[in-house]
């Protein structure tokens, strides 16, 4: 069966896979499918009887056709609608679809989540699901659930991953899920292996990399680092020698303005409307391609200005001066009093402001995440993370964890528990940084007069852009002694986060 059935593509590939299997070559096929739009459904059925197949398309909301368990196999490439276009009716349909298998999901799951449940319903004991899905469901939080039911229940799970894009034009990266023994899990490991495009899977190698995941439930993208850096990773965490940023402190979203544009200023601009000093606040400008380097200071945050970037943040204080005032008037003249987050505001031009972080995360990396204490306290917009650091811990890490972290390992987690996204670009949520591996603070401590020592030499190396030449410096620091940080994993580490950091560029290119 097809669930989502479109105009036969894979239903069509079925009736040929199935009477190249047949003894008969004479053989049709009954190939069955479910497709919402009637006009597709008829083209599909007549696609079919042209390759040789006997179809039967019921023209139907998948979700509302209860499911039968009487099918071999179930194949297709569901419909990928995310949460925000995937509401009312449909949402509650499916909801109650994946309930019937006890599955639970959050208000965020785009609709392949439920297709995937209630596709396995309709299996066999002991049949298949070949499913082609969005990568999300190696990473998103959403589908936790989804993982844990196919481990819950298949005997075996395998993945195909794929270097390139395969539909460019979708902007969404994809896994091929093959799902085998439904009924006869759970299974506690997948096996895994890489291919580089949809032509490459006709020559895929019976050879896979077997994988078992921390939890079923939990993130699959583990799976790419391979074992040994796997291993590396939680004898490191069990050493105490890394662990998660939340150890350090709180990581938090920037300020949500509702329009850059107005709010975040030159100083030219702010001179040339005739703000006062005391009407903006300091601001890391938005983006992040100023932060690649260990430090934010008051020097560079003043470049910064000179070349014209938006570093300072409109902020009147009471009572209104008549420049701001008169600023404030002509934002409601251009409307920008009506957009959603000013709005809602009790007083549309006061942006909720937070203090200004210990250090600033780029959340939005094509290399990885960086780290940068923010010696300006420049406050910041939601474009970076910002960074709070426990008491104790405040005066180390603003010194030296930026530094600590232009690691292998910190490298290779941020692959692991970021996401890749359109173009290449890695993704580090608030949630995810919270378990981001970074060098402990023991560990830091321990290497404090070293790291200093290493600190002009690396933030140099930054500068030109030379981040794995940083890396090498920082990694000679950090594991420097196999009876402190288990080196002999370091290669191991070193070529996982290559493997994965090329994979992630490579579909990014693959998809421009």
Known sequence: MEPSAGDAAFMVAAVERL???????????????????????????????????????????????????????????????RYQDFSGTSRTIAAEAALR?????????SSWAAFVIHSALFLKPGGRLGLVLPAELMSVNYAAPVRQ??????????LVLFDEQVFPDAEADVVL?????????????????????????????DEAVS??????????????????ALEALQALSAQDAFVGLQTWGETTLGIVTGSNKYFALSPQR???????????????????????????????????????????????????????AAYIQAGQDTGVDTAYKCRVRKVWYQVPLIPPADLLLTCMNADTPRLTTNEAKAHHLNSVHGVYLAEDHRELGCELL????????????????????????????PREADVWLTPSPDLVAANAHALRGVKDQVGTLLAAGQLLDAVQVVDDVLFH??????????????????????RRSARGASGR
């Open 177 to 205: 899920l093959l799902a085998d023994g439904y009924g006869q899990g759970p299974t506690g490991e997948a096996s895994v292996r890489l291919t580089k495009n949809a032509e490459s899977l006709a020559s895929l190698s």
């Open 211 to 228: 994988w078992t995941p921390p939890t079923a439930s939990g993130k699959w993208t583990g799976s790419l680092a391979g074992a040994t």
């Open 101 to 109: 298998a006890g599955v639970r999901l959050s208000r965020l799951a």
């Open 149 to 158: 039911f196919l481990f819950d229940n298949f005997a075996d799970i395998q």
């Open 402 to 429: 930026p530094l600590a972290s232009v690691n292998s390992v910190t490298l290779l987690h941020a692959e692991i528990v970021g996401r890749a996204y359109g173009g290449g670009v890695l993704k580090l949520e």
């Open 481 to 502: 002694s196999s009876d402190g940080v288990a080196l002999r994993y370091l290669d191991a580490v070193r070529e996982a986060r290559e493997r994965m950091a090329h």
């Open 19 to 81: 009477k190249n299997l047949a003894d008969n070559p004479d053989a049709s096929p009954l190939i069955e499918g479910v497709e919402i739009h009637e006009h597709s459904a008829r083209i599909g059925h007549e696609r079919v009887i042209v390759a040789g197949g006997t179809p039967d398309i019921t023209v139907s909301d998948f979700f509302t056709v209860s499911p039968e368990p009487v099918y071999d196999a179930v194949i297709g490439n569901p419909p990928y609608i």
């Open 270 to 324: 702010v001179i040339q409307v005739g703000l006062s000093h005391s009407d903006t606040l300091p601001l890391s400008p938005p983006g992040s391609a100023h932060l690649r380097g260990l430090a934010l200071t008051t020097q560079q945050l003043q470049r910064l200005g000179q070349e014209g970037k938006s570093t300072r943040l409109f902020y009147p204080k009471q009572p209104l001066s008549p420049a701001a």
